[in-house]
């Protein structure tokens, strides 16, 4: 017996509203496992609006949101799934990859130690721009 595969991430009837202003409305998608989400528009259309919406840090003025068949709201495994990286991202220009990611685990309170973001840079292939 077949069993129904469930979307990865799914947004349903997405509105935001920001002050008297309508972003976005009925934006409906459906991502799968492997897939990825494009987000285009002109300044001020809502893309940002939208990502923070689907990383649960902001909630739509209407629609819902389902990871893995549950609505995110309900999904703490989800919130620990999701890495979000803004406009103003944190980065300190006059330190080095490995300098600002020990930084950041500092911030988070992590045990992570510096060989530790080592072999996470070597794992996601950049290592050696680890002392740009």
Same mark, same amino acid.
């Given at each position: 017996?077949?069993?129904?595969? !469930? ?30 989400? !494009?987000?285009? =528009? ?26 893995? =068949? ?63």
């Amino acid at each position: 017996m077949r069993t129904q595969e !469930v979307s990865v991430l799914k947004a349903h009837d997405l509105k935001c509203v920001k002050g008297s202003t309508e972003l976005f409305s009925n934006i409906h998608f459906q991502i799968e496992s492997g897939e990825a989400l !494009v987000v285009e =528009g002109s300044n001020g259309s809502g893309k940002t609006s939208l990502l923070r919406i689907l990383c649960g840090f902001n909630y739509p003025a209407e629609g819902e949101i389902s990871w893995c =068949g549950t609505s995110i709201e309900q999904h703490d495994e989800y919130q620990q799934q999701i890495s979000y990286i803004g406009h103003a991202s944190g980065v300190k220009l006059d330190l080095t990859v490995l300098e600002n990611l020990v930084y950041a685990q500092r911030l988070v309170g992590s045990d992570c130690d510096e060989n530790e973001v080592k072999e996470i840079i070597r794992a996601v292939g950049l290592f050696k721009q680890r002392n740009v």
